[in-house]
């Protein structure tokens, strides 16, 4: 779990907490706690925890690879027909198998360098919000967005959300998910708050 990098420097990642969640009545599926620890400067916050399912893992491993080439990235568990997320030693094994994923992952130097995976590791942003931050798109830099929108944020709010947090109004809108737009909260070294099923697709 933990891996020296330079001397005295280290990253801890667990994936925990294997939960369902519910789409809708016909589509749950199952997301895992992202847990990093570390001292190393190539992260911008030294603890952090999001939840992530596995379909958003397919999305980071196609990102990195598209962009090295010339790595053979780690492959992630195989998603097979006869998965049951009622099967603890099913949903265990998938957890294990993408912990296994992240640890290769934070060993190698380049792909270390690649923002999307800092943003996925260290924020709640959905794939396209990642996307449009690394592009360009976003007034947010990665740095920005890794210390505005971790925990419980799930993806960039409107200019009306961003006023009424100013205001420290704790209703949102009707188009907010609904994790609701709380304070990240850079303490969460003995584990996260528990966070609420997320709306996203």
Not at 72 to 90: A, D, I, R, V
Request: net charge negative; aromatic share 8%; hydrophobic share 35%.
């Amino acid at each position: 779990l933990i891996f020296i990098m330079h001397l005295q420097e280290f990253v801890t990642v667990l994936v925990r907490d294997p939960r369902i969640q519910k789409e809708d009545s016909w589509h749950p599926y199952i997301d895992y706690e992202i847990f990093i620890h570390t001292n190393s400067m190539c992260f911008t916050r030294k603890t952090s925890c999001v939840r992530r399912r596995f379909r958003e893992f397919v999305w980071l491993r196609q990102r990195l690879q598209s962009n090295a080439v010339l790595i053979q990235l780690p492959e992630l568990p195989s998603k097979t027909p006869f998965f049951n997320m009622n099967n603890p030693h099913h949903v265990d094994h998938r957890r294990q198998g993408l912990q296994e994923f992240l640890e290769k992952i934070i060993q190698d130097a380049l792909l270390l360098s690649d923002s999307r995976l800092h943003l996925f590791l260290q924020t709640q942003l959905s794939p396209e919000d990642m996307e449009a931050c690394v592009s360009g798109q976003t007034k947010y830099s990665v740095a920005d967005a890794i210390h505005s929108f971790a925990s419980l944020n799930r993806r960039f709010p409107t200019e009306d959300e961003e006023r009424k947090k100013g205001k420290n109004d704790a209703d949102s809108d009707s188009e907010s998910s609904s994790s609701g737009l709380g304070p990240s909260d850079d303490s969460i070294s003995g584990g996260c708050k528990a966070s609420p099923a997320s709306e996203e697709s």
